[in-house]
């Protein structure tokens, strides 16, 4: 019955271990310490998922943060890729992703397609972020502009000031 228990207490914290709810984690790179975002969706009419990975050290922000996001929509929905960024609204002000790349569009469905892109927060966008009591994000494509839910965002960024405070 002891060894029972003993495998069952063990399953039970290796399973508690895996399940995690955090939202962020540091990882060391060749280039020192980062924090990474885990993938976050953000729903909306155009719902988009991403993360962010910032560099640090002794628990500061030292520079710019890569921000890597996905979209999934009708084939025909965007037409410019070029015009696509997200847009970032906080306490004192707004700002956009900067040196947006394609990485690639997938096929998903038949009428679906993936667009994931990397693009930058400067160092004073990335602070003020981490800073503000309020976040908006939205989605820039071909003119128009998409709210999304910035909740699960919000959660997962007082998550990683956390790692950093």
């Known amino acids: 019955m002891k ?4 495998i069952l207490l063990a399953s039970l914290l290796i ?11 540091s990882f ?3 280039d020192g310490i980062r924090v990474f975002l885990r993938p976050v969706k ?12 910032i560099p640090t050290e002794k628990s500061k922000i030292i520079g710019d943060a ?14 410019d890729i070029e015009s696509i960024c997200l847009v ?6 707004s700002f956009e992703t900067e040196n947006n790349e394609l990485l690639f569009v997938e096929g998903k469905r038949k009428d679906e397609i993936e667009i994931r892109l990397t693009s930058t927060l ?6 003020s972020l981490m800073e503000s009591n309020r976040v908006e994000v939205t989605l820039k494509a071909d003119s128009f502009t998409y709210s999304l839910d910035s909740t699960s965002f919000i959660s997962s960024l007082d998550n990683t000031k956390s790692y950093l405070l």
């Open 42 to 53: 953000l729903s909306g009419e155009v719902p988009v998922t991403l993360d962010m990975t």
């Open 122 to 127: 400067s160092l004073s966008s990335t602070l």
């Open 28 to 30: 060391v790179s060749s």
């Open 66 to 79: 890569t921000l890597n996001y996905s979209i999934i929509t009708k084939r025909s929905a965007i037409k």
């Open 88 to 93: 970032f609204s906080i306490d004192d002000g």
């Open 15 to 25: 399973l508690s271990s895996c399940s995690t709810t955090e939202k962020a984690y």
């Open 3 to 6: 060894k029972f228990l003993l």
